[in-house]
Structure formats: C-alpha cells, structure tokens
C-alpha cells in the first residue's frame, strides 16, 4: 500500500474494513484524505495510581505524556491532523486538550507514523518525541479498534536505547462507535507490570471533519526524531 493509504490502512491491511464505517472515518485521515479529525467531548472519569506515581506522571507532564491530576467530567478536545513532516514522513497528530476543574488545562501529545521498517504505527509520545513506541493494533468482532502499546525506545540527541518496561508503563486504549447515541467512546489504561495501575481516562465524544488545511503549529512536536 502506498503512503497515500494513510497510516493505519497501511497497519490494518485487510482488517481496516472490519471497523465501524465511523471509526474508518476517523481513522482515515491521512495527507491524502482531504480532511482534518477534531473531537470535542467529555472524559467522565481520568484518574491516577496511588501518591507514590505522582512523581512519574509530574515528571511526564512537561512533556505533554501524563499528567498527576484526576477528575470527573472533564471537557476535552482531540486534534488530528495530518502532514508530512520534516523527513518527508506521513504522519497524524493526536493530541487531547483537557480542561480541568482547577481551571488548567493538560495535554497528551502523541504523533504517529507509519514504519515500514517496523512493520506497523511508531507513536511517539510528548512534545519532543523523546519516546517512540510500537502500537499493536487489532479490530474487536464489534468493529472497535484497540491499541496496545509494546517497545519503547528513547532518543535524545546523540542516545538512543530501549525503554525497560519495567520503568515504563504500558497502555491499552480502546475506541468504539455507539450507534444508538451516536457518540464515540474512549477507555485507556496505563499499567506497569511491577507497581500496576498508573493512570487512565474514559469518556465520549462526537467529531467534525474541517477540510484539511495548513496544520496548527500548536500540535506538531516541538522536536522531530528521525530515529524509529
């Protein structure tokens, strides 16, 4: 499949047409596909670990990765886009805006690529693509899909090394299509195999299709990685 497939095409292969016809929308947006995703809705729960993660997910937060707080019925918007990036790769933004009770708002940056090398989607995570993560994809009988995230890798400047696990967290995310609301719906969960549950959120939300235009400098990384 050529890049103008878009990226998760290109992942799914055959499987792409098992998803909702909804989630094939909003996962088809590539540089080919003509139109932006931008999802507004609310998360009714996001919650954290126990005190001793907040550390690692403060940590995280200054790099738009996780964030310490916890809340319930948060409103949050989701941005994708798509472009080709500064090594000529497709790739599609996916970033959450969450407004807060405290009134601040937090941020997930991920942006996403399609590695031929790898086999699959590269994610990489925050603000500077500091982590690149490969996502194992599967589509459910009832047409969601389903993300798990599996290597990491991290790249800064000159070093490069793969994340141990046992330091990091894996996530689990899972997007559906209800029919009878007409909403779609988003649980992840972030676990560590040793101290387990770190962080996650769940909640609902409806989409708009702009025609794709010039993407906001505001959701690109700060920092490209060329390194998969």
């Known amino acids: ?12 292969g055959e499987d792409f047409a098992r998803l909702h016809p909804q989630l094939q929308k909003r996962f088809g947006v590539g540089v080919a596909s003509g139109y932006s995703c931008i999802g507004r809705g609310t998360m009714h729960r996001i919650r954290r670990g126990p005190w001793w993660t907040v550390p690692f997910l403060t940590l995280g937060s200054f790099r738009n990765i996780m964030f310490p707080e916890s809340g319930e019925n948060v409103p949050f918007r989701i941005d994708n886009h798509a472009y080709l990036d500064g090594f000529d790769r497709e ?59 599996s290597e990491q890798r991290f ?49 609902e939300f409806t989409c708009d299709y702009p025609e794709a235009a010039t993407t906001p400098s505001a959701v690109k990384p700060r920092r490209e990685e060329r390194r998969e």
């Open 91 to 149: 790739t599609v933004t996916f970033v959450r805006t969450m407004d807060l009770p405290s009134g601040r708002s937090r941020r997930f940056d991920a942006t996403m690529i399609y590695s031929a090398a790898r086999g699959g989607i590269v994610d990489y995570l925050g603000s500077h693509q500091h982590l690149a993560v490969d996502l194992d994809l599967a589509v459910t009988d009832d047409g969601a899909l389903k993300l798990k995230s």
């Open 1 to 12: 499949m050529s890049r103008g497939q878009g990226i998760f095409r290109r992942a799914l």
């Open 155 to 203: 790249y800064e400047g000159p070093v490069g090394f793969r994340f141990p696990l046992a330091f990091s967290g894996v996530a689990e995310l899972t997007e559906r299509y209800d029919d009878e609301r007409g909403v779609f719906t988003i649980d992840l969960e972030v676990r560590n195999r040793l101290l387990g549950f770190l962080f996650g959120y769940r909640g």
